[in-house]
């Protein structure tokens, strides 16, 4: 039996983190391609550091002439990405940085798998969701993000002009009977304008804003507040720490509350399972707790390179569900065709709609008017228990 009262922990990182604007590069250079050509294959990695970013990897469009025409605009698109996150340090500034970019046509041996609508990698991946929250994703989490999300919106829109774009956030929630009733513990390092400011001058900037974001009630007087706990914290993003592509998976999809596959999202195009069939199982496990079938429900998928058709379903419900696992797997393989084509097609995902999945998490977010975060939708629940 699972544990009821227990205090669990989650992180987030700002949007102007070293890895998180690595992130948004390589998702931004994949926009690009799939706005010139929906079947455009992008695995786009990015590296960041003092006064220079490093993309590379592999793409491909169906005219080569226009490849080589594309390589022109990585420069812009890099640049654009870092001024929009807000980096005009002396160090690391949008205007200056050096932009090296290593990006090649696909390998062969990888395109003819993709080519016959098989699987561009094997791997597993997998999908959650649970009853804490509005959107059926994990408390500590998701409200990690919101902290970060809000706190970006203040910086940008001149409201707290001493902010900068490097942040932190870390929740730990206290649960009773299974669900989230305190904060038990709030860490938030925000990089900062000013070497005088202490950490009690930011806390009283972001205290207002955390509060506003976590639901009325949580925050008590036994909660620990550690705001800045190192001091000052002005030199940040890539010209405090370098950044990689990749390296926040678990901030990207549950906080650690679930399993993760493995494989990093951003940078890739629909056709890489990593990613598609990563969204896939989170849509099919958040439609499976929206029908009702289930209060938990953790799904994995699984495939191997040049196989169209997924080798394993597996439902877990984690003691919650109203109908037998068994009978959840064989539903959702019924409501959805699970090859990497029937995906990008249901989910419709050869699309430009990625850059803004990189930062604040791919998952718990609201479906938007073009198509964007496709996945969180919750049509699927009447054809779920239809099947079931």
């Known amino acids: 039996m699972s544990r009821m009262n227990y205090v669990f922990t989650s992180e987030s990182v700002s949007e102007g983190h070293p890895d ?3 992130d948004r590069v390589s998702d931004a250079v994949l926009d690009a391609f799939l706005a010139e050509e929906p079947t455009a294959r992008v695995a786009c990695e990015t ?9 590379g990897g592999e793409v491909g469009l169906s005219d080569p002439q226009k490849l080589d025409e594309f390589m ?27 932009v090296q970019n290593f990006l090649h046509r696909q390998s062969a041996h990888i395109a003819q798998g993709v080519d016959k609508d098989g699987a561009g990698d094997q791997g597993i991946m997998f999908g959650y969701a649970c009853r804490e929250t509005p ?4 408390a500590p989490i998701q409200y990690s993000h919101a902290i970060l999300r809000r706190l970006a919106e203040v910086r940008k829109s001149g409201q707290e002009p001493d902010l900068r774009p490097d942040a932190k956030s870390q929740l730990s929630l206290r649960y009773e009977n299974g669900k989230p009733v305190e904060v038990r513990s709030i860490v938030l390092s925000t990089q900062h304008a000013h070497e005088e400011q202490t950490s009690d001058d930011i806390r009283a900037i972001v205290e207002p804003y955390i509060r506003e974001v976590l639901p009325e009630g949580w925050i008590t007087e036994a909660t620990e507040w ?3 706990p190192t001091g000052t914290f002005v030199i940040g993003g890539p010209d405090g720490d370098a950044g990689l592509t990749g390296r926040k998976i678990i901030v990207d999809t549950y906080g650690g509350a679930a399993p993760h596959g493995g494989g990093a999202f951003s940078g890739k195009d629909p056709t890489k399972v990593d990613r598609s ?7 099919l496990a958040k439609n499976v707790v929206a029908a ?11 495939y191997a390179i040049g196989v169209a058709k997924p080798l394993s379903i597996y439902v877990d419900t984690h003691g919650t569900g109203q109908v037998d696992a068994a009978q959840i797997e064989k539903a959702v393989a019924e409501c959805m065709d699970l090859t990497p084509r029937g995906i990008r097609e249901h989910l419709n995902l050869c699309r430009p709609i990625y ?13 938007e008017a073009d198509g964007g975060f496709s996945w969180e939708r919750t049509d699927l629940t009447d054809a779920l228990l239809k099947a079931v």
């Open 20 to 22: 998180k604007l690595c």
């Open 47 to 55: 590296f960041a550091t003092t006064g220079r970013v490093v993309v």
């Open 72 to 98: 022109e605009r990585v420069d812009g698109i890099v640049r654009d990405c870092v001024k929009d996150i807000g980096y005009e340090q002396q160090e690391f500034h949008w205007r200056t940085i050096e």
């Open 135 to 138: 959107e059926l994703m994990p």
């Open 226 to 228: 550690w705001v800045n």
């Open 277 to 283: 069939a990563a969204y896939a199982a989170r849509y």
């Open 292 to 302: 009702g079938l289930a209060e938990r429900c953790t799904l994995q998928v699984s």
């Open 355 to 367: 850059a803004r999945t990189s930062a604040y998490g791919h998952f718990g977010r609201a479906p």
